[in-house]
């Protein structure tokens, strides 16, 4: 399942200038859509059948745009122009998207400045690749056409990495979109315009680099009523580890690779705590993850969750290992859906289970 559409851009061109020299300017307008939340009709928390509230998504802080270009009749492809915006809340307007690539009526913000830039007259093909973000983010090479550390080629960008690393990063992985590098259009990567000579018209939506992981849990009555309390089964702590933490693709989702599975340094997402007593028996949580496979390894998704019953020893955790086949050369990042339904004791605290899709 695809994730939520994070962005339109527009790409429009006028009529081609009377005087060659000065080329045929084009207009970026960037647009993001809205999540509006609404309140649970009753209870604090999320629980299976509880409509909950509607996730909500961090307008961009940071815009990063990078061009690319290839004169008509050549081979090679360099840089010919990059931007990093920073708009706040009050450069957005709600609208409404049109267009064929999602839903019509979908509502979005739309970036309400405007860049304008000139094509050059002698009309090259160009690529037009975005990221978005709420915050800042770092990357492998410079965005501009430094021979050494910067954007050269089709490589370099197709190349381009963000640090996962930071605590920072890792707690707004779901507010980072970009345009995935293989996404075609009549055989085009679709940020793609062709040298015309009159109007230059794109339009182009950015997706999550990051994969939602959906858990729900609940544990079944006969094992969670019994005569001797002691007895009974509750789920008293889950978290989520060796998630992805080291420089993930911004335009590849599906290409990340760890050489090893991380077992020290790793980011952990804590699911449920000891204190949420209304979470023992039955409950749902998300967080983002960025996808990876390990080199040599039979191309799996690796996630463990450790999780913790009755109040046991975090050490003594229960530890199941999350698998999913990952296709590399997927467009979009999964959507992840897992359940954890407790009907019999406990036996093996290592297992293996399938996720969902």
């Not at 501009?144 to 954007?151: A, F, N, V």
């Not at 979109?177 to 085009?188: A, F, R």
């Not at 939602?212 to 969670?224: E, Y």
């Amino acid at each position: 399942m695809l994730l939520l559409l994070a962005a339109v851009l527009f790409v429009t061109g006028c009529e081609k200038s009377e005087e060659p020299s000065k080329g045929t300017p084009f207009t970026l307008s960037i647009c993001l859509p809205v999540e509006d939340t609404f309140a649970p009709a009753y209870a604090p928390r999320r629980v299976p059948g509880d409509p909950g509230t509607k996730e909500r998504f961090l307008l961009p802080s940071y815009v990063y745009i990078v061009i690319m270009k290839k004169p008509k009749d050549e081979a090679e492809w360099s840089l010919w122009e990059s931007y990093t915006l920073t708009p706040d809340e009050n450069d957005w307007t709600k609208t409404r998207y049109v267009g064929a690539q999602q839903t019509d009526g979908d509502s979005i913000y739309q970036y309400n400045a405007e860049i304008h830039e000139l094509l050059a007259s002698d009309r090259f093909d160009g690529r037009i690749y975005i990221i978005a973000s709420a915050k800042e983010l770092s990357f492998n090479k410079t965005l501009d056409d430094d021979p050494t550390t910067g954007l050269n080629s089709l490589a370099d960008i197709e190349g381009l990495q963000f640090s996962a690393a930071s605590t920072e990063v890792q707690q707004h992985l779901q507010h980072i979109y970009s345009t995935p590098y293989n996404y075609e259009m009549e055989g085009h990567y679709y940020g793609f315009f062709a040298h015309q000579t009159k109007v230059v018209s794109k339009r182009l939506m950015l997706y999550h680099v990051a994969t939602k992981v959906d858990i729900t849990w609940n544990v079944a009555d006969n094992v969670r009523i019994k005569a001797n309390p002691a007895d009974a089964v509750r789920l008293t702590y889950m978290e989520a580890r060796r998630l992805f933490n080291g420089d993930a693709y911004c335009f590849k989702p599906m290409r990340n690779e760890l050489a090893a599975l991380p077992t020290t340094g790793y980011t952990i997402a804590d699911i449920v705590q000891p204190a949420d007593e209304g979470l023992w028996w039955e409950g749902r949580a998300y967080f983002y993850t960025i996808p990876y496979v390990v080199t040599g390894a039979p191309g799996y998704f690796p996630l463990q969750m450790r999780m913790c019953t009755n109040g046991t020893d975090v050490e003594n955790a229960y530890r199941p290992t999350l698998n999913l086949p990952i296709d590399t050369s997927a467009t979009f990042v999964p959507w992840l859906r897992v359940n954890f339904n407790f009907s019999a004791p406990l036996a093996d605290r290592e297992e293996t289970k399938i996720v969902k899709v």
